[in-house]
């Protein structure tokens, strides 16, 4: 069992910056692909951003390329969403979610453990 983290929301104006931190139980992280989701009020869990178990590889929803950035550090146990230039369409829940298979997935089903979320607020 890996139990998930997150921390590192707020409440951020329009064009403002926030760093997501997701610390996992486990030291054996690195066996896991990373992925962040975020789900607004009313609306379906949307893929954001994944990375490889190397980090090697990333991953990102067409809505944020260029904004924002997944990095993770496996001697920490810990994945980081780095989010600039925000709008108030990002506005949501933001998830860190674990997944022990080989290949990339845009698909919550695909994923083995998820922390319990932590909120992003962008004002106008």
């Known amino acids: 069992q890996v139990q998930l983290i997150e921390s590192g929301g707020g409440l951020v104006q329009a064009g403002g910056s926030l760093r997501l931190s997701c610390v996992a139980s486990?030291?054996?992280?690195?066996?896991?692909?990373v992925a962040w989701f975020r789900q607004a009020p009313g609306k379906e869990r949307e893929f954001v951003s994944a990375?490889?178990?190397?980090?090697?590889?990333?991953y990102y929803t067409d809505s944020v390329k260029g904004r924002f950035t997944i990095s993770r550090d496996n001697a920490k146990n810990t994945a980081y969403l780095q989010m600039n230039s925000l709008k108030p369409e990002d506005t949501a829940d933001y998830y860190c979610?674990?997944?022990?298979?080989?290949?990339?997935?845009?698909?919550?089903?695909?994923?083995?453990?998820w922390g319990q979320g932590t909120q992003v607020t962008v004002s106008s």
């Open positions: 979610a674990a997944s022990s298979r080989y290949i990339n997935s845009y698909y919550t089903a695909d994923y083995d453990y």
């Open positions: 486990t030291r054996t992280s690195s066996r896991y692909r």
């Open positions: 990375i490889s178990r190397g980090g090697v590889s990333t």
